[in-house]
């Protein structure tokens, strides 16, 4: 910041050259604010982009649905409610409105007879109806989709981990032959793309007779081939000294494992669960493929069909939206840095 | 130490023990990866429909699928939405990224908001960018009618972004072949940048704060400008970072289906096709029109091949700049 000042000062000599300086200091200082101010100002552009949508789908979820239909489209929910002789807000529905008159035709929101109100007795007021999520929740087997899914994150968390602590353990500590090949193998194996493989394995879930079942959407996941990797690679970072340590004192293999490997590899295996988690709870297109009726249908591919039956009434669309990815935000807002760091090293994109 | 070597050998060299360990994932991954990946070669040259083998039929599927105008045009229209995605989605993530990489406060909080919609789900993601996109009622058209644009249709729209922009400018001829994709794709390419954005800006911060702050001091003192370090300095060490971004975002976006099945039609895949990935295209074909899981495998295969020769053409092309 003072570089120029200090080079404008040793230049020339005398008061004039150090007043000059001073000026191209504080010029230097101006251009450095206001570029300040460029860059969070765009950085905001990009909070606004990022978050706009997601407010979008809240505020869209808990308006009525002749709400919907208004353009311009109003942020904050409201409603029409006209003030009682006893003084508490009643919601009503507009029927019609005569302008000329001044008076509208409503109809209480919780029934009874139409009557007319003048104009100015008719108030908006905010208005969240939270009902929406209650009627989307009950329009789809929603709570059987959810349970579905909670089930499968967690079989197929449960699993892989027990398979690829094993696994990665094998490959990281032992020796045999062929080691280095089938680890190669398994790791170019991670290369092919889920369409390539989709089509072949609903032909073997067929054959096993598990196509819409849990173990279509389990069983092919129970290993995945990242997790391994990211062990091995942490395993091997344990020292040999420790190895040699445990053997001394009798220890097993599999004691090692249990009791030295895996309590210092508390931030891989989360790094792994989080993942796992993460990838399950939002796979589409496996689940999509594999199931075919609700009593097995996961969340997601419970949402897409809800969608699409639903077809104008967004704002149960949208409820069931937040609702389906509810889980995942909380838990994003509350454990952001590791699941940031663990979706970034494993490469998958949600 | 003999007989420590002894004991570990006896420990820890035992291939016995290690086929027992290495069982449960391999058994997995054998029966679930290695057979449907060699078998999708098999698939393809047989005749399946729902799942059952009917018999062999040889190369009939690929020449059959070298003549489907349909097929070429699923390719077009994914080479569209890759060449969409991929350099938009690098260079605003890049650009977010040095933005945020100026000693900015509070810069856990820029970084978490922009990440959150690689957490949510696609599903929801795509059902609620349908919503803004709607023609008459949507969020996006209401932002642009307020800022005096004319309102477009969106996910609805069949013509080409190019023939749109030269009909805006007056022209009243534009080749067909110069329509581009249609505006439809383009309004799907922007969830699709939206959703996934935040990984490469998280991805491009961490690359950038790995680049040690001495050359910077060192080329201020030299009396370097900002452009200058940026070109001389980040960009050459941030590239591996780079690579590694357009690397992933490339093969992401080849199998684009999610959006394309959720936001797009009825039918899928509009308006008027021009929203028919290779992917979908697929789906169509193996699962739901009759179920012709031997031209879905060799489609499936078809895609893979121009996935893995386009990494491995990227890995050739790149490498020679790469700075590691």
Redesign the interface.
């Not at chain 1, 290369?191 to 073997?204: D, T």
């Given at each position: 910041m003072a570089?120029a000042a200090v080079k404008a000062a040793e230049a020339g000599a005398g008061g004039a050259a150090r007043a000059a300086g001073a000026r191209a200091a504080a010029g230097h200082r101006a251009r450095r604010a206001a570029r300040r101010v460029w860059?969070?100002a765009?950085?905001w552009l990009?909070?606004v982009?990022?978050?706009?949508?997601?407010l979008?789908?809240v505020t869209?979820s808990l308006k009525s649905p002749i709400e919907?239909?208004t353009?311009?489209?109003t942020w904050i929910p409201t409603g029409q409610f006209v003030r009682g002789a006893d003084g508490e807000w009643r919601e009503v529905y507009v029927a019609s409105r005569d302008g000329r008159a001044g008076t509208a035709v409503v109809r209480p929101a919780e029934g009874g007879p139409a009557m007319t109100v003048p104009l100015d007795e008719l108030h908006n007021r905010v208005r969240f109806r939270f009902g929406n999520y209650a009627a989307a929740w009950r329009q789809a087997p929603f709570a059987r989709y959810y349970l579905n899914t909670v089930f499968v994150v967690l079989c197929t968390l449960a699993g892989q981990l027990?398979?690829?602590c094993?696994?990665a353990?094998?490959?990281a500590?032992?020796?045999?032959?062929g080691?280095d090949a089938?680890f190669l193998?398994?790791l170019s194996?991670m290369?092919?793309?889920?369409?390539?493989?989709?089509?072949?394995?609903?032909?073997?879930l067929?054959?096993f007779g598990w196509?819409d079942t849990y173990q279509a959407m389990i069983?092919?996941w129970?290993?995945y081939?990242f997790s391994?990797f990211l062990l091995r690679q942490h395993f091997k970072t344990i020292p040999n000294d420790l190895?040699?340590a445990a053997?001394?004192d009798g220890c097993s293999?599999f004691a090692f494992l249990w009791r030295i490997v895996l309590p210092l590899s508390k931030a891989t295996l989360a790094a792994v669960s989080i993942f796992t988690v993460?990838s399950t709870?939002?796979s589409?297109?496996w689940p999509?493929?594999m199931t075919n009726t609700p009593s097995v249908r996961p969340l997601?591919?419970g949402?897409?069909r809800f969608?699409?039956e639903q077809g104008t009434n967004?704002e149960l669309?949208?409820a069931?939206?937040v609702f389906?990815?509810a889980p995942?935000?909380v838990a994003?807002?509350m454990a952001?840095?590791q699941?940031?760091q663990s979706?970034?090293t494993s490469?998958i994109?949600? | 130490m003999d007989w420590l070597t002894e004991l570990r050998r006896k420990r820890f060299m035992d291939p016995a023990t290690a086929v027992l360990y290495l069982v449960p994932a391999a058994a997995i991954i054998a029966v679930f990866r290695l057979a449907p990946i060699a078998s999708a070669f098999l698939v393809s040259f047989f005749d399946v429909r729902m799942g059952r083998l009917r018999g062999f039929i040889g190369l009939a599927h690929y020449t059959r699928l070298f003549q489907d105008p349909v097929f070429w045009s699923s390719l077009g229209t994914t080479a569209y939405y890759v060449i969409g995605v991929v350099p938009l989605s690098l260079f605003l993530a890049l650009f977010a990224a040095v933005l945020l990489n100026q000693r900015i406060r509070a810069l856990g909080f820029y970084r978490t908001v922009y990440f959150l919609p690689v957490v949510t789900s696609l599903v929801a993601v795509s059902v609620v960018w349908k919503w803004i996109f709607h023609p008459r009622l949507g969020l996006l058209n209401y932002v642009i009618t307020l800022s005096g644009g004319r309102a477009l249709q969106w996910l609805e729209e069949p013509r080409g972004v190019f023939d749109m922009i030269a009909g805006a400018a007056g022209w009243t001829w534009w080749p067909g072949w110069l329509a581009g994709p249609s505006l439809a794709l383009v309004a799907v390419v922007i969830v699709s940048v939206w959703r996934g954005i935040g990984y490469n800006i998280v991805i491009f911060l961490a690359g950038l704060q790995n680049i040690p702050d001495q050359y910077y001091e060192a080329a201020r003192i030299d009396g370097a400008s900002p452009r200058q370090m940026f070109w001389r300095i980040t960009w050459p060490l941030l590239s591996p970072t780079t690579f590694y971004v357009l690397l992933s975002t490339t093969i992401v976006s080849f199998q684009v289906f999610t959006q394309i099945y959720l936001m797009t039609g009825p039918p899928i895949g509009g308006p008027m096709g021009t929203t028919k990935v290779t992917v979908y295209y697929l789906f169509e074909k193996g699962f739901d029109a009759g179920g012709n899981m031997g031209y879905a495998s060799a489609v499936a295969l078809v895609l893979f091949a121009i996935i893995l020769s386009l990494t491995l053409l990227q890995r050739r092309v790149v490498e020679q700049r790469v700075h590691y």
């Open positions: 570089d860059v969070y765009l950085l990009g909070i982009i990022m978050v706009m949508p997601f979008w789908m869209t919907i239909l353009f311009p489209p027990v398979t690829s094993l696994a353990y094998a490959f500590r032992m020796r045999f032959p080691r089938v193998l398994f194996m290369m092919v793309p889920e369409p390539v493989y989709l089509v072949p394995s609903y032909i073997i067929a054959k196509i069983v092919p129970l290993a081939i391994i190895y040699d053997i001394i293999r993460v709870w939002n589409f297109l999509l493929v997601q591919v949402l897409a969608a699409q967004h669309m949208m069931a939206a389906s990815i995942l935000v994003y807002f952001q840095k699941i940031i979706l970034a490469g994109k949600g | -």
